[in-house]
């Protein structure tokens, strides 16, 4: 069974950064699709920024130009550069990885909390 897995997460300034990494375990036949996600307190869940298998990105609007999201879908590998970090930023941050053949999976989360 795949298992996805997060890390990176902390206390940061205002002002400051981080950088979130995720991996998946097991086999990957063909990811389609991987993203960041986050979750505040007393909020839904909503979308950060996705990449897709041929490199095609997006970002919430909240987000653009302060974070940026990488990786490699053959190994099942993202990052998320967060720079300018704000108070709002904080949150549980999830990874989800889709692959054709096993479907979608979440990571546990990573708390990021900005705060001084």
């Known amino acids: 069974q795949v298992q996805v897995e997060e890390s990176g997460g902390g206390l940061v300034q205002p002002g400051g950064s981080l950088r979130l990494s995720c991996a998946a375990s097991?086999?990957?036949?063909?990811?389609?699709?991987m993203g960041w996600y986050r979750q505040a307190p007393g909020k839904e869940r909503e979308l950060v920024a996705t990449m897709r298998r041929g490199g095609d990105t997006t970002y919430a609007e909240s987000v653009k130009g302060r974070f940026t999201i990488s990786g490699d879908s053959a190994q099942g590998t993202i990052r998320l550069q967060m720079n300018s970090l704000k108070s709002e930023d904080t949150a549980v941050y999830y990874c989800?990885?889709?692959?054709?053949?096993?479907?979608?999976?979440w990571g546990q989360g990573t708390q990021v909390t900005v705060s001084s």
């Open positions: 989800n990885i889709d692959d054709a053949v096993w479907g979608g999976s």
């Open positions: 097991g086999r990957i036949y063909s990811i389609k699709t």
